[in-house]
């Protein structure tokens, strides 16, 4: 450990006028510095010399080492040092003997030492040499022992204080680590007072029996007010707190008599000066005339017992990383015995030679590890450092891992089909990667602009605690879109994961599907929303085919043999962006077989008039039709649809037994059977094909039946032919009936006909009859027959129909 001394002015300028100037030591916050010099102890055994604030414990028989290193000194050729130590065992004081500050020297240390008090003397230290004293004096050990505990407490607040100014952090931050550090009460600084002000608190904090008084000035003194905190401090240990709490007007009184006649003594405390150095601080002040002048620095060594460490768990860390280690400390252990620690190492667990490694101690008695220069593969270890000069092994094994590589890392297949907007928050589990060293997780959106938004993760087994292959994140579903996932190791590195927030699954609103036995393939119609993102629907009903379109999703199933009636099955969406198949429970559920018109017999009422065919329906004549239906239930209400294969219905008409509608009823007609009775020139249009479907509830519709093609047929009622004779072998004769207006052509016989070129002439209506009509016609002459049949003509035809008139 190297010291560097500081005395008044007056001092320096009784040095040696010959002296080679001294690089200025660093440190020392409002208070003057002597010189850089070393206090180091070595065992009696084997072992190099550390540093006496190093040191956990020194034993009996150590060497005390003192070695000048900077400064030219002595500052006189009588300058001194010694020591006044404070044994651990009970009631002994020992002074020792005097030496050269100018020299290296050695002291042997026959006992263990509780504390030890450097003296410095730059004039000296006595007359003659002084010898070395044992006495008993209780007082002066308590007093001795009291002035170092808390002036050591005090230096480390000031040096504590310094290097925080220096890096910027305030003394707020650095009181709270002294109250947390010796069980002091808490306090708040106001950093908008004056620094003697802010330095007073914190002495208060640390001393609270410090007040203004200086019992080792010749008078009372005042803290200056100084450029920082930490010289504030240094100002009012030098003035007056710290002496007055520790006894110190007492403890100085009685070394200058017992010990050091004719020596004024004043406080003095070591800083860090830069690397293995230390700054003995002391108040500017000239020394008094005809008077030594010494400077006392008091250090209570901590003789602590080596502790007992082991490792909490079962650690991993990556290769070539770092990590914080909680430890498990022994009895009588506390997380500051940790600063002492140093030469960390690991050793294979496999055997071979230590490899250093970088350990610091937290203030929370955990292990801040870093490995990132070290040569250390993956595999086991022990920690172990060095306490004093003995070897101290962590218990426990260190797991050394090669960090994750999250080239693969993926959504495990599944679990990306939580992510459907509206979910709320959920689980999703990322695989493909050893993930024990990931360290956070962020979630940004692809979209220009977006920022990163920490989100929480579960490890299966923590942290560092082992191969972990998965890992599950919590995700937002609020929004769909495209996102990333920023995944960070112990290394820093962030790895990007794309995932996909889905809009919401397909739902199907015509549920339902009912499905006849009996048949091999039927049509499929899906309803609902979210259809167009149905990539493929399939069913263990049977095979399915079939795609989205404008109304949702159309298809066909071919059904499986052997279905029967109520049983159900789910049916399985695959839907763009799921890794699995929607699956919709009990959404097919198989029924009977469907209605089926076997077989159409028709009757007209009244005669038209006019030959009408087997396929036809004349348009204001009522038709009777007997529909023979297969799988109609006795219990059955059935509904039957008419409907014109070309043209429009007139209105959209659906019949139900015993329910009239339009010109047409419905009734049962005996089991199997349906009558129709229906105009059906009221229903559809000339030219069409009229057309008949049963419905049955649930068993559906029976494939669609053409009763008739609807026609407009004249109704004729008599047919004269006249003696007026047109051209050289026609003559003219008068037709009377309704709808004469469709008749084209007239002849004798359906191969042979003349064209009608007259248009029907109204007749008077006669009571409520409707309207009737004459046509003129032209008929080749003779007539095949006398009383021959009358053919017609209708508008389009090829061919003529017999009628049931004659000339």
């Known amino acids: 450990m190297a010291v560097v001394f500081a005395v008044a002015p007056a001092v320096l300028l009784a040095a040696d006028k010959a002296a080679e100037p001294a690089a200025a030591p660093i440190g020392c916050a409002g208070s003057a510095t002597l010189g850089t010099f070393q206090l180091l102890v070595r065992p009696f055994t084997q072992g190099a010399p550390l540093e006496l604030k190093s040191v956990a414990a020194i034993p009996a028989g150590s060497r005390l080492i003192w070695n000048p290193v900077h400064l030219k000194l002595p500052v ?93 952090a305030s003394a707020g931050s650095v009181l709270q680590g002294v109250s947390t550090k010796y069980g002091a009460g808490q306090q708040k600084l106001d950093p908008n007072a004056p620094s003697s002000a802010q330095a007073a608190l914190l002495l208060k904090a640390l001393v609270p029996a410090s007040n203004t008084y200086d019992p080792l000035a010749t008078q009372n003194a005042q803290a200056q007010q100084s450029a920082g905190v930490a010289a504030s401090v240094a100002g009012l240990f030098f003035g007056n707190s710290v002496g007055i709490a520790a006894g110190g007007a007492a403890l100085f009184s009685n070394l200058k008599t017992v010990l050091f006649p004719n020596t004024e003594f004043r406080s003095a405390f070591a800083q860090n000066a830069g690397k293995d150095a230390l700054a003995l601080c002391t108040k500017n002040q000239a020394p008094k005339s005809k008077t030594r002048t010494a400077y006392l620095w008091a250090y209570r060594v901590p003789q602590l017992a080596k502790p007992a ?98 080239t693969h890392v993926a959504v495990a297949p599944g679990w990306h089909d939580r992510l459907v907007e509206g979910k709320g928050t959920v689980v999703v589990e990322l695989t493909g990667a050893d993930f024990e060293f990931l360290e956070s997780v962020a979630i940004e959106s692809t979209a220009r602009g977006a920022k990163p938004s920490e989100v929480p993760f ?68 899906l309803s609902g929303s979210g259809l167009d993102r149905v990539e493929a629907v399939s069913s263990d009903a049977g095979e399915i085919a079939g795609a989205p379109d404008s109304d949702g999703w159309s298809g066909e199933i071919r059904l499986k043999p052997g279905l029967k009636k109520g049983q159900t099955f789910p049916l399985l969406l695959k839907v763009k962006g799921l890794d699995d198949p929607l699956t919709v429970p009990h959404a097919v559920e198989m029924v009977g077989p469907r209605p089926r018109i076997r077989s159409v017999r028709k009757s007209l009422a009244g ?93 559906g519709r029976s494939d669609a039946s053409v009763l008739g093609r609807v026609i407009r047929v004249p ?22 009936g309704r709808d004469l207006d469709v008749i084209e052509k007239a002849g004798w016989d359906a191969a042979h006909g003349l064209p009608v070129d007259s248009i029907p002439t109204p007749l008077p209506p006669v009571h409520n009859e409707p309207s009737r009509q004459t046509l003129r016609l032209v008929l080749p002459w003779p007539a095949p027959a006398p009383h021959a049949p009358l053919y017609v003509w209708l508008r389009g035809e090829a061919q003529g129909r017999k009628t049931g008139v004659g000339y």
């Open 458 to 525: 579960t490890l299966p087994l923590g942290k560092r605690l082992g191969l972990q292959s998965a890992v599950a994140v919590d995700i937002d579903t609020a929004k769909p879109g495209a996102y990333r996932l920023s995944l960070t190791q112990s290394d820093g590195v962030a790895h990007k994961i794309p995932i996909t927030v889905l809009p919401p699954n397909p739902k199907l609103s015509n549920l339902p599907i009912r499905l006849n036995t009996e048949e091999a393939r039927e049509p499929i119609s």
């Open 309 to 406: 460490l082991a490792l909490a768990g079962t650690p991993h860390m990556p290769a070539g990383g770092k990590a914080t280690l909680d430890l498990k400390l022994g009895k009588g252990a506390t997380a500051k015995d940790l600063e002492r620690l140093r030469d960390w190492r690991l050793l294979p667990a496999a055997g071979g030679n230590p490899i250093p490694a970088e350990v610091k101690a937290t203030a929370a008695g955990a292990l801040d590890i870093d490995l990132s220069k070290a040569k250390a593969a993956a595999g086991d270890y022990q920690l172990a450092a060095t306490w004093d000069w003995d070897p101290l092994p962590v218990a426990g094994t260190l797991h050394l891992q090669p960090i994750g590589d999250f």
């Open 715 to 736: 109704r004729l009622d008599s047919f004269t032919l006249s003696t007026e004779k047109v051209g050289d072998s026609s003559y003219a004769g008068t037709l009377e």
């Open 607 to 699: 005669a038209p008039g006019i030959e009408i065919g087997a396929d036809e329906l004349p348009a204001g004549t009522a038709a009777g039709l007997v529909l023979t239906v297969d799988h109609l239930r006795e219990a059955a209400r059935p509904k039957l649809e008419l409907s014109c294969e070309s043209g429009e219905l007139r209105q959209p008409l659906t019949l139900s037994p015993g329910a009239p509608s339009a010109g047409a009823s419905l009734t049962s007609a005996g089991p199997g059977a349906l009558y129709l009775s229906v105009d059906p020139g009221a229903v559809g249009y000339p030219g069409c094909s009229l057309s008949a479907t049963v419905i049955l509830d649930p068993e």
């Open 76 to 168: 006189s050729p009588n300058a001194e040092v010694t020591a006044v130590l404070v044994p651990d065992s009970d009631g002994v004081l020992i002074t020792l003997e005097p030496r050269k500050a100018s020299e290296r020297t050695e002291w042997q240390l026959m006992q263990r030492p509780q504390v030890i008090a450097l003296v410095y003397g730059p004039q000296g230290l006595s007359e003659g040499k002084v010898e070395s004293l044992v006495t008993r004096n209780r007082d002066l050990l308590r007093q001795l022992a009291d002035y170092a505990e808390q002036s050591s407490q005090v230096e480390s607040l000031v040096q504590e204080l310094a290097d925080a100014e220096a890096s910027g």
